[in-house]
């Protein structure tokens, strides 16, 4: 069985019509996805700026990090089961979907890109934790992953915009 | 009064005829207005949620209102200025939806006790059952900005 028919077989099921088909039950799942960009990207980008120097200077790095990443890991959460359940309303059309390709691909960009913070210049926090401008590869692990996550929305929403779809017929 | 001719001029308008009329205008500037959307969401929900005793406890919610202010003015004004032409392109569509009108009341009395009431809890040395409730007011109401934003696409 090949991704394709997998899918096939996905918009098929029960779930899936019932979100496609639901009046009430797709805006809300979408609206809950959007809303949710304040409570992850919003805490990621308040973390960003910190290390760009540019935003709650003053408050030590590891405090910023240690104190709203469990609420943007909340906003990831709430954002990725609503993510899903999007996708599994109307799998073929995402799959095909080339700005949906790209997003997959800045989201695991996004990823590592954070992972390489935390286990290089991250470990090393408490030489430059009340720096007000940290040391540059924390300034670029910032930098990154604002434009990464930006990449990650803009993608989302050209989504929705069927210029380059290939189930369009 | 009647505003229905108001708004159809909105539409007639330069920029609301060149947004609707373009293929990728009115995308792009909906993806800046998302963006900013993040980061309004951010410099509120530091702050609210402070307010609540959640997330940077160890400073005081006037001390994180102070430094995020430039961002949480900034970025309300790229929601404005961005909202506005794709208002002007579709403003009879807006017209006759019900989430529009929501948003646009909510809007006002959301920037309205941003800069009144709650402005005056953060400076001042209030109560914790009346922090706590600015919180609450204040992530009501921009829940409800949001959320009705969303829907003017849907109704």
Not at chain 1, 141 to 146: D, I
Request: glycine share 8%; net charge positive.
């Amino acid at each position: 069985m090949n991704l394709l028919s997998f899918f096939q077989w996905l918009e098929g099921t029960a779930g899936s019509v019932a979100i496609r088909e639901s009046t009430l039950l797709y805006p809300i799942i979408e609206t809950t996805h959007v809303l949710m960009l304040c409570l992850f990207l919003g805490m990621i980008a308040m973390l960003d700026l910190r290390l760009l120097g540019a935003g709650l200077r003053g408050i030590p790095v590891s405090e910023v990090a240690g104190r709203l990443l469990p609420l943007a890991f909340l906003g990831f959460t709430l954002m990725t089961i609503s993510g899903m359940l999007l996708f599994y309303s109307g799998p073929v059309r995402a799959a095909g979907n080339i700005f949906f390709r790209i997003k997959m691909v800045m989201l695991a960009l996004a990823g590592i890109n954070a992972a390489l913070f935390h286990v290089t210049i991250y470990r090393r926090v408490t030489d430059w934790d009340c720096d007000s401008t940290p040391p540059l590869r924390a300034r670029l692990a910032g930098f990154c992953s604002l434009l990464l996550w930006s990449a990650v929305v803009i993608c989302g929403r050209m989504q929705a915009y069927n210029w380059f779809d290939q189930a369009k017929g | 009064m009647n505003l229905l001719p108001l708004f159809q001029w909105f539409e007639s308008t330069t920029i609301g005829t060149t947004v609707r009329e373009s293929l990728w205008l009115f995308p792009v500037i909906e993806c800046v207005h998302l963006l900013s959307l993040a980061m309004l969401g951010g410099a509120v929900l530091v702050v609210d949620l402070r307010l609540l005793g959640f997330g940077l406890r160890a400073q005081s919610a006037h001390e994180l209102a102070k430094k995020l202010h430039p961002w949480l003015v900034w970025s309300l004004a790229a929601m404005i200025a961005t909202g506005i032409p794709m208002f002007l392109s579709e403003a009879l569509k807006c017209y006759y939806s019900p989430p529009f009108w929501y948003k646009m009341g909510l809007l006002v009395l959301a920037v309205f006790f941003a800069f009144t009431m709650r402005r005056r809890v953060l400076s001042g040395d209030t109560g914790p059952l009346r922090r706590r409730l600015t919180a609450v007011v204040s992530l009501a109401l921009w829940f409800g900005v949001g959320f009705s934003g969303r829907w003017i696409a849907f109704y």
